[in-house]
């Protein structure tokens, strides 16, 4: 009979304590990993290359709000910018391109964006990766090509249940109780593939459009062919790319100049996601205080209970050693008992965290347009596996050292 | 010679002063021979036994086990001479509860390094009359019944020496004749020698040679008695490394 034979069968011998004991470790672990996931996700995402946006161009106002409305179809837009001004900063050398946006109407809870008609063909939403209407990815119809035209995000069809064709009267606004474009009626022509993207969880109608609805004032009509005083919300701005693929360092630059004007400002999302995290971030710290916390208790219960289990086994562990077991032997069984069970956890808990992540992904795609994956492995599933090893180790040391000083005879007393 | 013990002194150690428990000016035991040691409760005997096992030290003397003087070993070398050579039948029934009666006796094997196969094991059980509850637990079996496992446990290591305290302490008349018996059978079957410590004259008469442990431990006095079986609880001489 093996060495590792007798320590399983010392842990079936103690299957109740063993399981519980394992079992409180892995909610630990599980809760450790799941928000470890969750949150070096939710970091991911809100960092990303800025949602394929290099910069966006927006009025005056707070840069967080700005990249929220633009990005993120959430807010307002604090107010509006030129058209000419957007023009001319189009014309910035490391300008790449632009894609103009109106915001501010809605659709049943859903934001309804002008924009210039080129977001379908252009606009990379990851790297290398454009809208697609195309059936196999999970799209339907087409872009918009005419002012009474839209488009919707996966998100929007699936909850609206839109079928093509189907009309819609925009709010003119995005809170409740915001007047309806009684007289605009818009038809939807197309459904965008899924992104995982806030994207899905917006209607887009042509940029021209905005201009053209009925309810608009005649000001706001004259902005359609009078590009002097046409006013747009803001602009996603692709910046040239220098060797390597990074953005071209002349971006600090042009925000500078940009900034230091009344007409806009220039926000680079990359920089201001990471504020937006952090501003959030408390929440998964608390989380993670609980999964230390949840998992240090666990350790306790694994001490408590290797203890009182081992008041049970002297007398199996002094006939160990009456048999031939040395003092070492005896400290490594009950060692290695600790170590299997806290392992046991971990494995566990790693198991039970990515199925509560697999659980929470489509909720919180739902509700944010994030993506998640269950199979993200995060730090702390790389780290969960030795530190479970080691503070298995640590909780075990204490009976371990008291089985190696058990005394051999004092302990041989007779069970009936 | 198997056992050679030559001015042997065990003493029990309390708060306030200290006995001695054995005084043994000599004591031998052949290879393949086998001894009986009489000697009323309290006289000393289990303390001895635990002697020559290696599981006390003594203060003074010598004892030697297949030609290995024991204190000239350390703790984890005394444990493993004891797996390879020694095979310990108790004075209760000490099984393994959570371990069959093949588990208890492979069990015996485990720590002595020395490769034994079931095929031994089965038939070692088959020979103390247990074919039939090699899977039972020790709860599922008699006292006769689990005294017999520990006969195939000492044994299945092949060693070269048997002790057993009191081995049929919990039996019945007919039953203590039995399991002397197959103790006796199986040592001599095996080779191995074999010294077993009894009060009781049923044990000690089966045996051709029997010694007194009254006339062999000269610090046995019968009043006051210093409580040796203390001393066995480990308490004082057990050997630390």
């Not at chain 1, 593939?193 to 459009?209: N, Q, S, V």
């Not at chain 2, 050679?4 to 002194?9: A, C, D, K, P, S």
């Amino acid at each position: 009979m093996s060495f590792w034979r007798i320590v399983a069968k010392s842990l079936r011998q103690h299957w109740l304590s063993t399981g519980l004991a394992a079992l409180s470790i892995a909610l630990g672990a599980a809760l450790l990993v799941s928000v470890a996931s969750l949150r070096e996700q939710t970091h991911r995402n809100f960092t990303q290359e800025g949602l394929g946006v290099d910069a966006v161009l927006g009025p005056k106002g707070s840069p967080l709000q700005i990249v929220l409305n633009a990005m993120y179809h959430l807010e307002e837009m604090p107010g509006k910018i030129k058209w000419t001004y957007y023009r001319m900063v189009l014309e910035q050398p490391i300008v790449e391109g632009g894609i103009p946006f109106v915001t501010g109407h809605s659709y049943a809870g859903f934001r309804v964006n002008a924009i210039d008609g080129r977001f379908f063909t252009e606009f990379e939403y990851a790297p290398g990766e454009r809208f697609s209407f195309r059936p196999e990815d999970g799209g339907r119809g087409r872009a918009f090509a005419a002012d009474d035209e839209a488009v919707a995000g996966s998100e929007v069809a699936r909850a609206l249940h839109l079928e093509l064709g189907q009309t819609f009267n925009p709010v003119c606004g995005v809170n409740a109780g915001d007047p309806v474009h009684v007289n605009d009626r818009i038809r939807f022509v197309g459904v965008m593939a899924p992104t995982g993207t806030p994207h899905d969880r917006a209607i887009y109608i042509p940029l021209m459009a905005f201009y053209t609805l009925g309810g608009h004032g005649q000001d706001v009509r004259a902005m359609a062919a009078d590009e002097e005083h046409r006013e747009i919300s803001g602009a996603y701005l692709r910046i040239r790319r220098i060797r390597g693929g990074a953005v071209h360092p002349g971006l600090q630059g042009l925000q500078y100049d940009v900034n230091q004007s009344s007409a806009a400002q220039l926000v680079i999302p990359a920089e201001v996601l990471p504020r937006l995290f952090n501003v959030i971030g408390w929440v998964d710290t608390v989380l993670m205080s609980i999964g230390a916390l949840v998992t240090m208790l666990a350790l306790l219960f694994l001490f408590v209970a290797l203890i009182s289990a081992l008041r049970e086994r002297k007398r199996d562990l002094a006939l160990f050693r009456c048999l031939g077991a040395t003092r070492r032997t005896v400290f490594g069984l009950v060692l290695c008992e600790a170590a299997f069970i806290s392992m046991l956890g971990a494995v566990l808990g790693q198991v039970l965290g990515h199925g509560i992540v697999a659980a929470g992904c489509h909720f919180i795609k739902v509700e944010t347009g994030l993506r998640f994956t269950a199979a993200y492995v995060s730090q702390a599933d790389c780290l969960m596996l030795p530190a479970a090893l080691a503070l298995g180790l640590l909780a075990g040391l204490m009976p371990a050292v008291q089985a190696y000083r058990l005394g051999v005879l004092g302990n041989l007393t007779p069970v009936s | 010679m198997i056992v050679r013990v030559e001015g042997l002194t065990l003493k029990y150690r309390n708060a306030l002063e200290s006995f001695t428990v054995l005084d043994i000016p000599e004591w031998r035991l052949a290879r393949g021979e086998q001894a009986a040691i009489s000697g009323p409760s309290g006289s000393g005997k289990s303390t001895f036994m635990n002697a020559l096992a290696g599981l006390l030290l003594p203060a003074g003397g010598r004892v030697e086990v297949c030609g290995q003087d024991l204190a000239r070993l350390g703790e984890a070398e005394r444990d493993r001479f004891r797996a390879r050579h020694v095979g310990y039948i108790f004075q209760t029934f000490n099984l393994l509860q959570g371990y069959t009666a093949l588990e208890n006796v492979l069990l015996g094997a485990t720590f002595s390094h020395r490769k034994v196969d079931r095929g031994r094991v089965r038939s070692l059980l088959e020979r103390v009359g247990l074919a039939h509850r090699l899977h039972h637990f020790p709860s599922q079996m008699s006292i006769g019944e689990q005294q017999r496992v520990a006969i195939a446990r000492a044994l299945a290591k092949r060693p070269e020496l048997i002790l057993a305290d009191e081995p049929t302490g919990s039996l019945d008349p007919r039953h203590t004749a039995e399991i002397v018996g197959l103790l006796q059978d199986a040592c001599r079957d095996e080779g191995c020698s074999l010294a077993v410590v009894s009060h009781e004259a049923a044990v000690v008469g089966a045996f051709a040679r029997r010694d007194d442990f009254m006339k062999l431990n000269r610090a046995f006095a019968p009043s006051p008695v210093p409580v040796p079986a203390a001393a066995t609880a480990g308490t004082a001489a057990e050997a630390r490394p």
